[in-house]
């Protein structure tokens, strides 16, 4: 079983690089975030690796990260959901991103991906959403994905939707806010704090 290549990058084609390591050309499939962070033809690259045997086949996904790889691994295990279709979730959005959408039960975020339509992503949301914590250190630890979805921290996401912000934005605020300043925090405050954080976020942008 393969876990890791490292080489150099013989050609990129499509959602496909091949990476010679010491000669021999493998084939990797990768999404095109880790397509993006990659450098050119014939610069040195180094990938994680999840292997896939099947009787006809053996398929090797490339990740630049072990956030992404846990992510991929995860979405396979919902029904539906194939290699193809997590390669394409991961391309439209981070593994933080993702995790993000799936706590806030954010279907239209997900459905952004090629082959992913709303039943799909009601899918991913409901067998995913106790799930996001083991994307990585960036996903939210379950403490904040229970505290912003309901209550005062649901309404906090409410208000800021209201506001134009696209829900996964502000489920990603509130729940900064809500570990920042504590559950019992009143709404005023944590919609304040919240603000105040997409703020920073757009003017470091």
Known sequence: MIGKLTGRIDSIDGHHLILDVQGVGY?????ARTLRQM???????????????REDAISLYGFIDAAERDAFRLLTTVQGVGAKVAQAL?????????????????????TQADG?????ALRIVTELKDKVAVFGASALPSSSTASASGGVSGDAVSALVNLGYRRIEAFAAVSAAAQKIGPAAHFDALLRASLAGLSRKDNAV
Do not use: F, N, R, Y
């Not at 084939?27 to 999404?31: D, G, P």
């Not at 450098?39 to 045997?53: C, F, N, R, S």
């Open 39 to 53: 450098g050119g033809v014939g610069e040195a690259a180094a990938l994680l690796i999840e292997t896939q045997v």
């Open 27 to 31: 084939v990797v499939a990768a999404s």
């Open 90 to 110: 991961l391309g439209a959005l981070s593994p933080e991103q993702l995790s993000h959408a799936i706590a806030a039960q954010d279907k239209t975020a997900l």
């Open 116 to 120: 992913v339509g709303p039943k799909l």
